[in-house]
Nanobody, 120 residues
């Protein structure tokens, strides 16, 4: 009934930039937190950045100053701008959202994942 669709991953050289997008669709009343996670080869999934509906943000120490999370509430969309990319940023990036549906039921929803590969 609700889904997150990501776009924007790809291959980039170290030092380059990419922007990921995540669009929520379905029977949505309101979206609370929207976040980006990542899972690199052989690593557990980790939180990269999160933004509340009010605009507060939190970042993993490893990406502070390089990545920026933003959202357009009117479009039910979140973005992750990634600058100064490093090979260790290589991972599958997942969008995550806490969505209050039209029925007032609350769901935690995940996107399908976008592969970001940073070459050295």
């Amino acid at each position: 009934q609700v889904q997150l669709v990501e776009s924007g991953g790809g291959l980039v050289q170290a030092g380059g930039s990419l922007r990921l997008s995540c669009v929520a669709s379905g029977s949505i009343f309101r979206i609370d937190n929207m976040a980006w996670y990542r899972q690199g080869p052989g690593n557990p999934r980790e939180l990269v950045a999160v933004m509340t509906s009010g605009g507060s943000t939190n970042y993993a120490d490893s990406v502070k100053g390089r990545f920026t999370i933003s959202r357009d509430n009117a479009k039910n969309t979140a973005y992750l701008q990634m600058n100064s990319l490093k090979p260790e940023d290589t991972a599958v990036y997942y969008c995550n959202a806490v969505i209050i549906m039209g029925s007032m039921r609350t769901l935690e929803v995940w996107g399908q994942g976008s592969l970001v590969t940073v070459s050295s």
